[in-house]
């Protein structure tokens, strides 16, 4: 009888042994197992760092697409705005981030950085994700503005050099490039205001009078637009823009000048391939969504569903090609 129960009990313990020494194992198994097996990409929130200040048109649209972004890959993205620097102090964190899907990038310039000496590196030193947009600009003044249109706009800061106050967001950033290239085909010399972040300055320098004109994008001054506050004198584009059609071009009043803006999506150089085409195919598929584009339309940008991955590469680097002689003119080109 001790016999029996002694044997019972020895053959529980090896049973307990075994059982603990399988657990164990298991759980070695999935420690030594790689990353994207055990845990399949994302499984925690991602980071988004935006280089302008909450309000400016690079963040309202980066935060639309992020809002989309989040239901495809089932993880909320956190923005963290970095202003400074035309976008490149954030840049600098982007590329030093861990290459690993979570830490994302916004740039609107990140092409021709660059060449205006604000950063060592271009977007070929990233993984570039997507241009899933572009947005035209407006030419605006204060509503209690002596100008009827930028003819007159154009006629006065050549009359009065220097006088002319222009409201714009950092040297090297694309409302900056648009008040230079004002300049050069208009032959005129303005007082360029240079705020330190995106358009929310040009919008509260407009709104409050305390400069004669700016170019921004039409997200950052809708509100001032709509109290009353900014008057626009044209766009950007090279017709009327649909829905906003009651404003005139740029061109309708003798100044031929044809620039938008968009933004790149880009991350840390070096993202393993699943999580790289997990990006890639959540970009595709919000860029060429209904809703999207619907709420996209309401900022005044328009979609690109087409420009992600290596075709968003390739626009970025005709966009330069054309950037880099207007910049060279301007003495903006400091990469020679």
């Not at 313990?13 to 198994?29: C, D, H, P, S, Y």
């Not at 994302?42 to 400016?56: H, N």
């Not at 947009?133 to 220097?162: M, Q, R």
């Not at 061109?251 to 070096?270: Q, T």
Request: hydrophobic letters at 40%; proline letters at 7%; aromatic letters at 8%.
């Amino acid at each position: 009888m001790l016999k029996r129960v002694s044997s019972r009990v020895n053959n529980e313990r090896e049973e307990g042994i075994m059982k603990r020494t399988l657990v164990f194992l298991a759980g070695l198994v999935l420690l030594l197992m790689p990353w994207s097996e055990a845990m399949p990409y994302p499984d925690k929130p991602i980071k988004a760092i935006v280089g302008y200040e909450a309000g400016s048109a690079v963040d309202i649209n980066a935060r639309i697409f992020f809002k989309f972004m989040e239901k495809e890959l089932g993880q909320p993205i956190a923005v963290v705005n970095k202003p400074g620097a035309a976008g490149s102090l954030g840049l600098r964190e982007v590329h030093g981030a861990s290459p690993d899907g979570y830490t994302i990038g916004v740039s609107p310039s990140i092409n021709v950085l660059k060449i205006q000496g604000l950063l060592p590196y271009t977007h070929h030193d990233f993984d570039v994700l997507g241009v899933p947009a572009y947005t035209w600009c407006l030419l605006a003044v204060p509503a209690k503005s002596p100008f009827k249109d930028a003819k007159e706009l154009a006629a006065n800061a050549k009359a009065n050099p220097g006088q002319v106050k222009m409201s714009t967001t950092t040297k090297g950033a694309v409302f900056w490039m648009l008040c230079k290239y004002f300049e050069r085909i208009t032959g005129t010399k303005l007082n360029v205001i240079s705020n330190p972040g995106g358009a929310t300055y040009i919008a509260a320098q407009l709104g409050g009078g305390h400069a004669d004109a700016g170019f921004a994008s039409i997200a950052p001054l809708k509100s001032q637009i709509d109290a009353g506050n900014i008057r626009v004198l044209g766009t950007t584009t090279e017709k009327r823009v649909p829905g906003f059609d009651q404003w005139p071009t740029l061109k309708e009043s003798g100044i031929d000048m044809v620039m938008n803006g968009w933004i790149a999506y880009v991350a840390p150089k070096g993202l393993p391939p699943e999580v790289y085409k997990k990006l890639i195919a959540a970009s595709a598929k919000v860029a060429a969504s209904k809703e999207y584009i619907e709420e996209n339309a309401k900022t005044g940008s328009i979609t690109t569903p087409e420009c992600i991955g290596q075709e968003a590469v390739k626009f970025l680097d005709e966009d330069a090609a054309k950037q880099r002689p207007i910049l060279e003119e301007l003495g903006a080109a400091k990469d020679k």
